[in-house]
Antibody, heavy 117, light 107 residues
Framework: QVQLVQSGAEVKKPGASVKVSCKAS????????MHWVRQAPGQGLEWMGW???????TYARKFQGRVTMTRDTSINTAYLELRDLRSDDTAAYYC???????????WGQGALVTVSS | DIQVTQSPSSVSASVGDRVTITCRAS??????LAWYQQKPGKAPKLLIY???TLQSGVSSRFSGSGSGTDFTLTVSSLQPDDCATYYC?????????FGQGTKLEIK
């Protein structure tokens, strides 16, 4: 069965960077796009960007310059790095598989990133 | 960017009721719309994609309709387990955007 297992919660200081991982299993990792979506506490869902099977990326304009999405196909793992963290980056960060129609059919459990001085 | 606006922001209904949630896009998106269900502390779950296609394994009590700018999610015969927040998402163009959510409560 398809599973996306993310790394654990992180606490970071303002200005720091965070890297969240997402290990995929149960399907051909290189056959699907992977997206990242975040959700601030008590708030809605915000799309951040995606990485395609060739490693190409598309980022939401809001995050360009601060975000990098990568993947290591040898271990079926996708990564999200967010730099220059601010308090309003405090959120659960989800990886989610694209069902080939740009809709999100499988989700990781979320990784809570807390930014606090 | 395409904005998607959901209504209502919250709804309360009884077990067995039929509930409808609407989503309006700021410009035409053909049928590039999905609906998700999210329970507290959990990741969202895909219910409907391409406006009306039921995701595998999802109860047939959920249905979607619409095209262009106006879409609806209908939950027929409401069950206690349907208590959750529901989001729509447009996939017509980047950045993919979500509605603000509709919280469904059981009376």
């Amino acid at each position: 069965q398809v599973q996306l297992v993310q790394s654990g919660a992180e606490v970071k200081k303002p200005g720091a960077s965070v890297k969240v991982s997402c290990k995929a299993s149960g399907y051909t990792f290189t056959g699907y796009n992977m997206h990242w979506v975040r959700q601030a506490p008590g708030q809605g869902l915000e799309w951040m960007g995606w990485i395609n099977p060739n490693g190409g990326t598309t980022y939401a304009r809001k995050f360009q310059g601060r975000v990098t999405m990568t993947r290591d196909t040898s271990i079926n793992t996708a990564y999200l790095e967010l730099r220059d963290l601010r308090s309003d980056d405090t959120a659960a960060y989800y990886c989610t598989r694209d069902n080939s129609w740009y809709f999100f059919d499988y989700w990781g459990q979320g990784a809570l990133v807390t930014v606090s001085s | 960017d395409i904005q998607v606006t959901q209504s209502p922001s919250s709804v309360s209904a009884s077990v067995g009721d039929r509930v409808t949630i609407t989503c309006r896009a700021s410009q035409g998106i053909d049928r590039w719309l999905a609906w998700y269900q999210q329970k507290p502390g959990k990741a969202p779950k895909l219910l409907i994609y391409a406006a009306s296609t039921l995701q595998s394994g999802v109860s047939s009590r959920f249905s979607g309709s619409g095209s262009g700018t106006d879409f609806t999610l209908t939950v027929s015969s409401l069950q206690p387990d349907d208590c959750a927040t529901y989001y729509c998402q447009q996939a017509n163009s980047v950045p993919y955007t979500f509605g603000q959510g509709t919280k469904l409560e059981i009376k």
